[in-house]
T-cell receptor
Framework: DAEITQSPRHKITETGRQVTLACHQT?????MFWYRQDLGHGLRLIHY???????NKGEVSDGYSVSRSNTEDLPLTLESAASSQTSVYFC??????????FGDGTRLSIL | AQRVTQPEKLLSVFKGAPVELKCNYS??????LFWYVQYSRQRLQLLLR??SRESIKGFTADLNKGETSFHLKKPFAQEEDSAMYYC??????????FGAGTRLTVKP
């Protein structure tokens, strides 16, 4: 069955380190998204992509970057992790104007 | 700018009681609205989208453009409905904005 997977599920790191969260989907969806989920804020869009080599900034993109070298993957990189980036991160994908399918999330703690 | 407001962070009802989770939005264009549900320790799942006008797990939601609302309703809540519910709005460029969420607890 087609799926969207995120790795790792949990990560603890230190401030200042570079961190990359993986998102892989086998739906062959063109659209991929990264969100962070914080209490009181719901889900906020970080970056999104409509296809290979396309990336766009979302609502809270500062301190994050993405790259889309193929259809299946949209890794999210924190260039220099900050404690304010401690959160649960969700990846999602969709085809055209269809609803988004979400991954299981990555819980990231920055100490 | 588009915005989604869920005024209740927490909502608690007894089993069998009606439940309504409120969602209001602001958007200058023609919105597409969704309800997503997140059960404990699970991923977000699509519950409803307004264009399909269907009932899922007994839940319904009607888009009221005059009141800019998309409230989620169920006539008889069940314990298994306890979850986090998110209202979301998608604009013409596929930008999705979520509300802050409402945690529903259905007590026995």
């Amino acid at each position: 069955d087609a799926e969207i997977t995120q790795s790792p599920r949990h990560k603890i790191t230190e401030t200042g380190r570079q961190v990359t969260l993986a998102c892989h989907q086998t739906w062959n969806h063109n659209n991929m998204f990264w969100y962070r989920q914080d209490l009181g804020h719901g889900l906020r869009l970080i970056h999104y992509s409509y296809g290979v080599h396309d990336t766009n900034k979302g609502e809270v993109s500062d301190g994050y970057s993405v790259s889309r070298s193929n259809t299946e993957d949209l890794p999210l990189t924190l260039e220099s992790a900050a404690s304010s980036q401690t959160s649960v991160y969700f990846c999602a994908s969709s085809a055209g104007n269809q609803p988004q399918h979400f991954g299981d999330g990555t819980r990231l703690s920055i100490l | 700018a588009q915005r989604v407001t869920q005024p209740e962070k927490l909502l608690s009802v007894f089993k069998g009681a009606p439940v309504e989770l409120k969602c209001n939005y602001s958007y200058s264009g023609s919105p597409e609205l969704f309800w997503y549900v997140q059960y404990s320790r699970q991923r977000l799942q699509l519950l409803l989208r307004h264009i399909s006008r269907e009932s899922i797990k007994g839940f319904t939601a009607d888009l009221n453009k005059g009141e800019t609302s998309f409230h989620l309703k169920k006539p008889f809540a069940q314990e298994e409905d306890s979850a986090m519910y998110y209202c979301a709005l998608r604009s013409f460029n596929n930008d999705m904005r979520f509300g802050a969420g409402t945690r529903l607890t259905v007590k026995p």
